[in-house]
Structures are given as structure tokens and as C-alpha cells.
């Protein structure tokens, strides 16, 4: 069955280190999201991508990077990581317009 | 600025009565919706949508009504069962080339049994 992954599910990470999550998809969709929950705020989008070597800013992109190299995978990169960015990051994926999106699992990130 | 609006961070009711969610939205280009599911732990799960040409959509015992003029909708479950409790979102899509989903915040429904 088709299906799209998120690891790890739990990471526990210090200031200032490189992260990345990663997410899979095996649905062939082109379209990829990213978005962070937090409490108080719901589903907020970091960043997304239409297709192969295409990634563009979401809402709260800032700390965050995306590479698309294949249509399977979206990793997501924070660079520098700050305790703000401690959230539940969700990766999900879409065949097209006015199809809703398959979440992953998500992965609990906590920045010390 | 909250394109997509609900109000309520929370409704609790009883198992067998109705649980009527709201959702306000601010975007006139707005031209589908999508109403999500999230249990602790889980991904949220697609439970059912609307496009801005139809005012109702049904599936089993859910249904989602369209206010376009009000830039309204809402999400009913009849009747509701305690498996139900959960986060629900409301969501929305531009029709403009974009797949991408405005949230809302999220109300969390707890039905008791």
C-alpha cells in the first residue's frame, strides 16, 4: 500500500545544531508540504514543492530549508536550531488541486 | 492575518446529539474546503470536502454546509459517537494554480458518553 513517512518520530536536539527530518512518500504525488503545529496557532506552512527541483516559502519559512531531488522525498532542514522551533512538524503530500492532503505521522522536535 | 477562522478551540456533546463546528473564512478566493480529523499522536485525516459551486455535501453522518455570502461553513456530525472526539480543522484551497491548504486553528470536540 502506498503510504508517506516521517522520521524520526521523536528528536531531541541543542541550540545552534543542524537538523533534518525527513518524510517519504510512495503515493507519486508531485505536490509536498511541510507545516508545524503548534499550540494556540493549528497547521502553519513551512514550505512546499510542485514537483522535482521545485521548493518555494510557506507562512513561517524562516530557520527552514527544503531540497526536492526526486518525487518521493521532501527532507526538511532547520540550519541553526532555536527552541522556537520546537513543534510537531507534519509532511504531507497531494496528487493535485482540490484533492486533500495524506499526513504523515509527524515528528515531535524539542530544541534545549 | 487569519484567513481561516475557528472560533471555538473547543465543543463538548453528547453521544447521540449533534456536533455542529464552525469555520469563517476572510479569502474571497477561497473555491474549496476541506474538513480534517486529528487524533494525539496521528496525522490529520482528510474526513470530508466542499467546493464553492455546491452548498452541501454529505457522507454518512457527516455533512459540510457552504455559506458563500456569509463565508461561512460548517462541519455536522449526527449523531455523534465518542470515537468522534478529536481535533477537527477546516481548511481551504485558492483556486488560483495553488494546492496549497490554509488551516484553521482546530476545535477539539469531546463527546461523552
Known amino acids: 500500500d502506498a503510504e508517506i513517512t516521517q522520521s524520526p518520530r521523536h528528536k531531541i536536539t541543542e541550540t545552534g545544531r543542524q537538523v533534518t527530518l525527513a518524510c517519504h512518500q510512495t503515493w507519486n504525488h508531485n505536490n509536498m508540504f511541510w507545516y508545524r503545529q503548534d499550540l494556540g496557532h493549528g497547521l502553519r506552512l513551512i514550505h512546499y514543492s510542485y514537483g522535482v527541483q521545485d521548493t518555494n516559502k510557506g507562512e513561517v519559512s524562516d530557520g527552514y530549508s527544503v531540497s526536492r531531488s526526486n518525487t518521493e522525498d521532501l527532507p526538511l532542514t532547520l540550519e541553526s536550531a532555536a527552541s522556537s522551533q520546537t513543534s510537531v512538524y507534519f509532511c504531507?503530500?497531494?496528487?493535485?488541486?482540490?484533492?486533500?492532503?495524506?499526513f504523515g505521522s509527524g515528528t515531535r522536535l524539542t530544541v534545549v | 492575518d487569519q484567513q481561516v477562522k475557528q472560533n471555538s478551540p473547543s465543543l463538548s456533546v453528547q453521544e447521540g446529539r449533534i456536533s455542529i463546528l464552525n469555520c469563517d473564512y476572510t479569502n474571497s478566493m477561497f473555491d474549496y474546503f476541506l474538513w480534517y480529523k486529528k487524533y494525539p499522536a496521528e496525522g490529520p485525516t482528510f474526513l470530508i470536502s466542499?467546493?464553492?459551486?455546491?452548498d452541501k455535501n454529505e457522507d454518512g453522518r457527516f455533512t459540510v454546509f457552504l455559506n458563500k455570502s456569509a463565508k461561512h461553513l460548517s462541519l455536522h456530525i449526527v449523531p455523534s459517537q465518542p470515537g468522534d472526539s478529536a481535533v477537527y480543522f477546516c481548511?481551504?484551497?485558492?483556486?488560483?494554480?495553488?494546492?496549497?491548504?490554509?488551516f484553521g486553528k482546530g476545535t477539539k470536540l469531546s463527546v461523552i458518553p
Open positions: 466542499i467546493s464553492s459551486i455546491k
Open positions: 504531507a503530500s497531494s496528487p493535485g488541486q482540490n484533492y486533500g492532503y495524506t
Open positions: 481548511a481551504a484551497i485558492s483556486g488560483a494554480g495553488s494546492y496549497q491548504l490554509t
